[in-house]
DNA sequence: TGCGCTCACTCAAGCGCTTTAGCTCAGCAC
DNA sequence: GTGCTGAGCTAAAGCGCTTGAGTGAGCGCA
């Protein structure tokens, strides 16, 4: 008797067919929600369903027409940086919020580069797998719109700019360069003028937008001594920057950091050269997280809902897969939360 | 002409039938591997679709009983404890591997708690979606298993303990036990005789035998002033708990956290009340990440290959789809990265 | 009474694939 | 010549669902 799999039959519509006295075409007006059936008989037919635990074969379902219910997110970054990050997983679960509602599968997938990433989405359109996905960290030079567009495939992108050469990729962004913006403003009434950014990935197109703003800022304040230093996102490199950044002859007295990970090396990495934060320098991260509580000092950072986020990327999908239009959205900008790791410039 | 959707059509085996002027059932031979076709034909045909860029319909393959050709891969945990997590990441990026070498999708979801998670079983099941799933997080009078047998879905359930009374299922686990009893070996190789355990969530299965080995090693030693607490894995609580154990009146010299998070959570905590690592109280991550580089003392931690434990996982998980047995399969036991943070108790 | 119309429903085809049964033809033994 | 075999292929059904084209009853209206 064991190892037994009973494999219960799943039930079909044939099923309720048959035990509603009705024929499989009525079945499926009246659990669609289509005209062509009477109340009675809907109502009838719902009951069925429901006393049978009935729900729809997606592969069938697929096979006639209607999509396969499911949506794609792959994630193109090198293994090691995806360790602690807790950006992707509040991300995700905030998009799972909204597709459960609606009964939608997240198809997940990590892949190596944003050329194997590609390649997920051909399988997926060629396999029929997805009705649509979701795109994060667009790139400047970024190959995917062109290609989901080729595809046909309903697409939003997470963290892009507007793009107007995509009308049909829908967008859902934040305002990096306002938020470098008062960034850079706050720490320019402390008395900072030496600012260093330890940026992300030099090809994202939101480390580009900060960098720019970033720039841009320093310009019209007249500020020379800024410099943005791009990285792999890793504790690593949030580390050996720092050093070689605070090792100069006129070392910043602020530093920006693209993440919270970095920020926290760096932490360290300042301390292991005797700078004290905020005393020397100040430290602002890029990313609000438990980390930044773990270190003494804490740290100040720009805090965003990453999960809030997620929510609003699949409720564009969402709406793209229902027939709406393409649209671009603005999510609010980070929101500066001041702790101990900013203070006054040093008195130069 | 913009917003215009060109959406290429996807080529069926009816094209390539037609293109190799054959059936389509030989097709569905010839690229299945199955005989009934000759070398020739098969090798013109696998041609034809290759120059077609044709790929199966998920969607016609699962509706003609072949399985969804994807596994599924529930994660039900708190939201707010997603948060730094390295852990899971690691894990699927793993599973990743063995899954996208035989173009398995992975569907991925997050449930509020374990009932849901059984919901998004059931579901699943009933849908067609999955061939398999994964379940994580395994607890002490787990609901799961046996749902899963009932449904006849193979299941890989990783760092569960091995269960006889559900043959269909596979395991893959790691010896806490062991690392348990090692690592209270050193700690009282090195003085320790007052230990405080601050475990994970009370209700999983590897919180229990780790509490269960701390208690077995504590008794044969001896050792009276032992004891172990559990937590949700939170920075909050493993602050919290670290500061109530080490204010009582004989407080413990050696402090294990189930996770990396509390670990750094609890090192704060201590030096806030004065105690310093590892002079007046030693401590040890279960679990290692760039995190514990990143606090002074650097931690000393247990270190898995969660990567490899989540590609063990996925290898056993195909081994079920492909027919083969269910087993029990253990992955190395957690070796102990010696760093800062661990030394001699202090002389009492 | 008969016409047309609507409503509620049924029939049957079709989505892309697998699979079983069957068909054809060459090769061979007798 | 007949009969058998097996290799190589085709025809067709079926998986569970949707959908457009019927069908037939009931009704209003001239």
Known sequence: MPGKRPAARRPTMKDIARRAGVSESAVSF?????????????DRVRRVAEQLGWRPSTAARALSGEGAATVGFVLARPAHTLGVDSFFLQLVSGIQEVLARRHLGLLFQVAADVEDECAVYRRWWAEHRVDGVLVVDPRTDDPRPDLLDELGLPAVVIGGAPDERH???????????????????????LGHRRIAHIAGLPDLAHTERRIRALRAEAGRRGLTEVQSVTTDYSDAEG????????????????????????????????????????????????EDSALCRMVKPWLSALSRDSVEFGRTAATELVSLLDGGPARTVRVPVPRLIERDSTGPARAS
């Open 30 to 42: 009246a659990l669609n929600d289509r005209p062509g059936v009477s109340e009675v008989t809907r």
């Open 167 to 189: 009308p049909g990729l829908s967008t859902v962004w934040a305002d990096d360069a306002g938020a470098m913006a008062s960034l850079v403003d706050g720490l320019h009434t």
């Open 239 to 286: 580390e050996a920057v720092t050093r070689r950044v605070l090792r100069s002859s006129a070392p910043p007295t602020a530093l920006i950091y693209d993440n919270d990970v970095m920020a926290v090396a760096g932490v360290a990495a300042a301390a292991g050269l005797g700078f004290s934060v905020p005393a020397d320098v100040s430290v602002v991260a890029w």
